[in-house]
């Protein structure tokens, strides 16, 4: 069977198991009876995770056990822990059992990079020219995911465990069978910092990568902000918008964000070989600015095409840093460091920046909600002067010369 076919199936797989709850998981606690800021607290699961989980897998595959058996063992893991979570309704029993499935599924989306890259390498592909049109698929897969539980409707219920889980069984299986990813082996003598799998923090020794890891945490933290707030947000105008699209069906109407990635994915290898890293992070920025901004101004009734856009826009925010970033360190990490590389940029972005996001989410909805009632206008414009603040600096910090010639890491010397 032909590899990139092969790849396409893997992450279509690999981001349904998380769109089958990640979005809807909000409204479900909500219907449990937790407060927001016990829900916060379990969103922040997944950045507390991402802090060590992903390093650390990411040091297995790198050093120990192959990449997809790795990728396997944590999906099947996983689909364990939300088969348990289903059954568990107390607060601090379903925050442990979250926290270990987070540990179990943070680190397969650097995995799953890994591995896809590795294939390609094999095959002769250029990763930067083949992968983002493969990686659509994850996002289809996250929209496909979003839509089962929503016309199932599980969004407010225990199901979306359930569709989750299976998908976890089904990916973990198909892991093992996609391509042998064996550690990297290397003949000179490896000091003890390589040996426990740190040498990836020796990026941190290139000034425009700590510049880049550290702008990369604090577009992770917006990311968080819109994951766990975007859905209380629509779900807050039930009184005013009562028979909206957008109330009865904030999945479908989330969804959109999704089909705008499919979308922006495939012009990335555009993007980065046209404008560089550097133009692009400051795309994703600016586009965060207006994704915040847009709900700040919409509303389900005569402002439902601003909310709409802002969906849109949400395509360029995240792929712009998430994916084309993922790319840009694959080309400057060392092959022997690749997985662990991987891990770094997701503990940036989805550990240190979701646990970011969640602090500063949280604390910014709770000072603008007054007798229980938010302000999201200026909650919304807040979070869009926050990422207005990061355009600045950014360009004025972020030192690279673009090469018109941007090639995938196997295709540079090391």
């Known amino acids: 069977m032909n590899i990139r076919f092969r790849l396409i199936v893997m992450n279509f797989l690999e981001f349904f198991v998380w769109g089958s709850w990640l979005?809807?998981?909000?409204?479900?606690?909500?219907?449990?009876?937790?407060?927001?800021?016990?829900?916060?607290?379990?969103?922040?699961?997944?950045?507390?995770?991402?802090?060590?989980?992903?390093?650390l897998m990411g040091?297995?595959?790198?050093?120990?056990?192959?990449?997809?058996?790795?990728?396997?063992?944590?999906?099947?893991?996983?689909?364990?822990?939300?088969?348990?979570?289903?059954?568990?309704?107390?607060?601090?029993?379903?925050?442990?059992?979250?926290l270990l499935n987070c540990c179990m599924y943070m680190p397969t989306i650097a995995l799953?990079?890994?591995?896809?890259?590795?294939?390609?390498?094999?095959?002769?592909?250029?990763?930067?020219?083949?992968?983002?049109?493969?990686?659509?698929?994850?996002?289809v897969g996250f929209i496909c995911a979003m839509w089962t539980v929503d016309l199932l409707g599980y969004t407010q219920n225990k199901g979306q465990f359930y569709v989750s889980a299976i998908a976890g069984v089904?990916?973990?299986?198909?892991?093992?069978?996609?391509?042998?990813?064996?550690?990297?082996?290397?003949?000179?003598?490896?000091?003890l910092f390589e040996q426990l799998g740190l040498d990836a923090f020796v990026l941190f020794k290139q000034p425009r990568m700590l510049v880049f890891f550290l702008f990369a945490m604090l577009l992770g933290a917006a990311l968080q902000i819109t994951n766990t707030f975007g859905l209380p947000f629509l779900d807050d105008f039930a009184k005013t918008y009562p028979d909206s699209f957008a109330v009865k069906h904030p999945g479908l109407l989330s969804s959109v964000a999704q089909i705008s990635e499919t979308l922006f994915i495939l012009?990335?290898?555009?993007?980065?070989?046209?404008?560089?890293?550097?133009?692009?992070?400051?795309?994703?920025?600016f586009a965060w600015v207006f994704r915040f901004g847009l709900f700040g101004v919409g509303n389900p009734g005569s402002g439902f095409p601003l909310l709409f856009l802002s969906m849109i826009v949400y395509g360029m925010a995240f792929d712009f840093f998430n994916i084309s970033g993922s790319l840009f360190v694959e080309r400057e990490a060392d092959v022997q460091i690749r997985a662990s590389a991987q891990g770094l940029f997701?503990?940036?972005?989805?550990?240190?920046?979701?646990?970011?996001?969640?602090?500063?989410?949280?604390?910014?909805?709770?000072?603008?909600?007054?007798?229980?009632?938010?302000?999201?206008q200026s909650i919304w414009f807040s979070f869009a002067g926050y990422a207005l603040l990061l355009g600045i600096v950014f360009p004025l910090v972020f030192r690279y010369k673009h090469d018109p010639t941007f090639q995938s890491a196997q295709l540079k010397p090391h």
């Open 267 to 285: 012009t990335i290898p555009f993007f980065l070989k046209r404008f560089g890293i550097k133009q692009v992070m400051i795309m994703s920025i």
């Open 23 to 55: 979005i809807s998981l909000g409204s479900y606690l909500f219907s449990l009876g937790f407060s927001g800021l016990q829900i916060s607290s379990i969103y922040g699961t997944m950045g507390i995770a991402s802090l060590f989980a992903p390093a």
């Open 170 to 191: 089904v990916m973990g299986l198909y892991s093992f069978t996609v391509t042998r990813c064996t550690p990297a082996k290397s003949d000179k003598q490896k000091t």
């Open 112 to 139: 799953n990079n890994t591995v896809s890259y590795i294939a390609l390498e094999k095959s002769k592909y250029d990763i930067v020219k083949v992968f983002p049109p493969i990686r659509v698929f994850g996002t």
């Open 59 to 98: 040091i297995l595959a790198d050093k120990w056990i192959n990449a997809e058996r790795v990728l396997g063992l944590c999906h099947l893991i996983g689909a364990g822990l939300l088969l348990w979570a289903s059954t568990v309704t107390d607060y601090k029993l379903l925050w442990v059992i979250m």
């Open 346 to 376: 997701m503990l940036m972005t989805n550990g240190l920046g979701a646990t970011l996001g969640g602090f500063i989410s949280g604390a910014v909805v709770d000072y603008f909600t007054h007798d229980g009632v938010r302000d999201w």
